[in-house]
């Protein structure tokens, strides 16, 4: 079992941004390089929905909701991924959290960070 810790989140204004940062501990390099990351969020009173993921080899994909405000990138030697939002606005808040996916099928979740748009 890996550990993720996440970090980044807070209140913005409308139009702006923020980056979230999730670090995988207990883990070696070749071992994060192998997993898949995601970003998920959950709204009050909604479900948790997928944000964005990138896979280990570097490929992406996006909810259509995010696609063209928010970019997933991950540094290998951190074994940290990342997710820059821009343009933020209410629809935006809730709670991140950072998951990873083995490639065995294993996994595991970050405690989850807050985010809010609120002017």
């Known amino acids: 079992q890996v550990q993720l810790v996440e970090s980044g989140g807070g209140l913005v204004q409308p139009g702006g941004s923020l980056r979230l940062s999730c670090k995988m501990s207990?883990?070696?390099?070749?071992?994060?390089?192998?997993?898949?990351m995601a970003w998920y969020r959950q709204a009050p009173g909604k479900e948790r929905e997928l944000v964005a993921r990138?896979?280990?080899?570097?490929?992406?994909n996006y909810a259509d909701s995010v696609k063209g405000r928010f970019t997933i990138s991950k540094d290998n030697s951190r074994k940290t991924v990342y997710l820059q939002m821009n343009i933020l606005n209410p629809e935006d808040t809730a709670v991140y959290y950072c998951?990873?996916?083995?490639?065995?099928?294993?996994?595991?979740w970050g405690q989850g960070t807050q985010v809010t748009v609120s002017s």
């Open positions: 207990r883990a070696i390099l070749s071992t994060f390089i192998s997993y898949t």
């Open positions: 998951n990873s996916l083995s490639p065995r099928g294993d996994e595991d």
């Open positions: 990138i896979s280990g080899g570097g490929s992406t």
